[in-house]
């Protein structure tokens, strides 16, 4: 059965057994270091009928924040098959892509990253919600730590199991783990 | 009725004719295209209704994106108006002749049936009724047995309790009623009659002759004159109807007697003047009565008869 297309954006309500959406209309500040509210709500990994693009929300933290000192976060709106990348100009570098997805069957997308911690540690991670039958918010968690302290070049690609709902939720993301070194970087991309 | 081997009518190729003919109007669509006027669009298989955006309804497409089969993102449409169509049957007080109230009363069919509704003013709801007329509504009875009231009634104007000797019980002041919820008693409380000069025996003639005031003539009265004479003599009287006792001028025989004008002789004389009267009316109402309910039993089967040939 066909699914009425949430958003354009929205957000899960946290803490709620079940998966409870708000709907948003697109934010207009982007980018900005001002986190939007919610985040893009796709078909799949197609684009709507309409016209709107598959899009995530890129979350990196390589600008230098002349006020605080320490790298501050910027949001931008990322097209689908598209790699970003960070190189710490202070402290550690992190990339994260998030989207909210709706399918009517089970799909895959493969989420590619690299890091390159001078200290030889990093990590990443990937968290799918979706909803069952009756609504309830079912979790998917993979999380990886690696390095040895001295290798410096690290990179992966992890298939995305996402199962059909009616709305779901996709974060990943990829950094250095404890270096805080200027000069790490990492790069990610969901394809 | 269609015997099940009967052969049909329409047969063969017209039917099918008819069918292909009939079927693009059941796959029919309501579209709103760049049109100027509303069009009927033909295609083969289908027909559209083609409504120009905007116009007097205001009517716009708007598109919906959904996550059809498959993943496959895709579109709806949505019709809309800024116009309110047509209320539905059911926000009408009457549509199509269907009386709503009817309706409404089918999940409650005991307050209002077909019998209850020929009570009509309902005086012969009784309140002390044994109930054994529930079912037979159209009947009236005369005596204390009067048919209860039921709940479908609440809601009409009350009625007087008791059946009485005419059918209708008693109003709140004691009078007595007719069964379609007239007094018995017009003149007064407690039963006294208003004088309409007349004498008994007046009144006893008018009575026979069927020109007693305001009263409708009995069934074979003799015919009415074009106009009631105001003021009367002894020669206004009709002739008695055949059988009739034969008539006295009670005034006459009155003044004719030895007591003198208001004494205990003439007020002996007014009460039984007044008691003739009374009697008279009585009577007058007894007809009147069996009357009505002759004329009620008569509508009713008519009514009945007409429903079993419809």
Sequence with gaps: MAILRYGPWANIIPHATQGLYQNYDQPTHLPSAMPPTGYPVNCATSDWASGAAWSSLSVVYSDFDPVYFYEGPYYEEKPINTQISDTANLFAASCRLSFHYQATADFTMSMQW????????????????????????????QQTQFGDGATTSYSGTETLDIPASTIGTVSCYVDNFGSDYAGDTCTLKIS | ????????????????????????????????????????????????????????GGSTNEQLDIVDTNNQASTRWFLTTTSQGSASPGDTATAGGVNIGSIGNKSNPSKQS??????????????????KNRDKLDR???????????????????????????????DAFGNELYADGNRVTPGGMGGDLADDGLTAAQAGAQFRAGTGGDLPPLPGAPPQPASEPTTRSRGDIPPPLVGAPPLTDARTSAKSGSG???????????????????????????????????????????????????
């Design chain 2, 260 to 310: 003198t004008p208001g004494g205990f002789s003439e007020s002996v004389r007014r009460m039984n003047e007044r008691r003739a009267r009374r009697n008279t009316r009585s009577r007058t109402a007894d007809r009147l009565a069996e009357t009505q309910r002759v004329k009620r039993q008569a509508e009713a089967d008519k009514m009945a008869f007409a429903n079993r040939n419809s």
């Design chain 2, 114 to 131: 077909k019998d209850r509704d020929k009570l009509g003013g309902g005086g012969a709801a009784g309140g002390g009724g044994a109930g």
């Design chain 2, 1 to 56: 009725m269609i015997e099940p081997d009967a052969k049909c009518v329409v047969n063969g190729s017209k039917l099918n004719e008819t069918i292909i003919a009939l079927n693009p109007l059941l796959n029919m669509d309501i579209v709103i295209g760049n049109v100027t006027e509303p069009q009927i669009q033909y295609s083969e298989g289908a027909v559209q209704i083609v409504i120009p955006p905007g116009g007097g």
């Design chain 2, 140 to 170: 009236i009875d005369g005596g204390g047995n009067g048919v209860n009231v039921n709940e479908g009634d609440v809601g009409g104007p009350k009625k007087p309790a008791g059946g009485g000797a005419f059918g209708g019980g008693t």
């Design chain 1, 114 to 141: 690299t890091c390159n911690p001078l200290l030889g540690y990093g990590s990443w991670y990937y968290e799918i919600i979706s909803l069952d039958s009756n609504g309830d918010k079912v979790n998917d968690q």
